[in-house]
């Protein structure tokens, strides 16, 4: 049974912090590229960052210098952590597992950056 739990969204004020994690099992985690969207209210889901199973990374350029992704093959979890947050980086969150034939989905979790 394949699982993402994403933790660690929660209310922030501009500029703060928060980590995103990601745990993951029932698939090969060391052989997937994992992502992290966003969403928000009639928006399309938003790819914010990528690493991929060579280490690679990429990023939107709107979370560039501010968010670095980063995953831990022994306990198959990847994070996000997020600098500098801005009331813009409101969304909800969620985890990807992209492989060569399968995708998987978390729940996603809420980030809301407000003072």
């Known amino acids: 049974q394949v699982q993402l739990v994403e933790s660690g969204g929660g209310l922030v004020q501009p500029g703060g912090s928060l980590r995103l994690s990601c745990a993951c099992s029932g698939f090969i985690f060391r052989t997937y590229a994992m992502n992290w969207y966003r969403q928000t209210p009639g928006k399309e889901r938003e790819l914010v960052a990528t690493i991929t199973s060579s280490w690679s990374t990429n990023y939107a350029d709107s979370v560039k210098a501010r968010f670095t992704i980063s995953r831990d093959n022994t306990k198959s979890t990847v994070s996000l952590q997020m600098n500098s947050l801005e009331p813009e980086d409101t969304a909800v969150y969620f985890c990807?597992?992209?492989?060569?034939?399968?995708?998987?989905w978390g729940q996603g979790t809420q980030v809301t950056v407000s003072s």
């Open positions: 990807n597992a992209k492989g060569a034939y399968y995708t998987y």
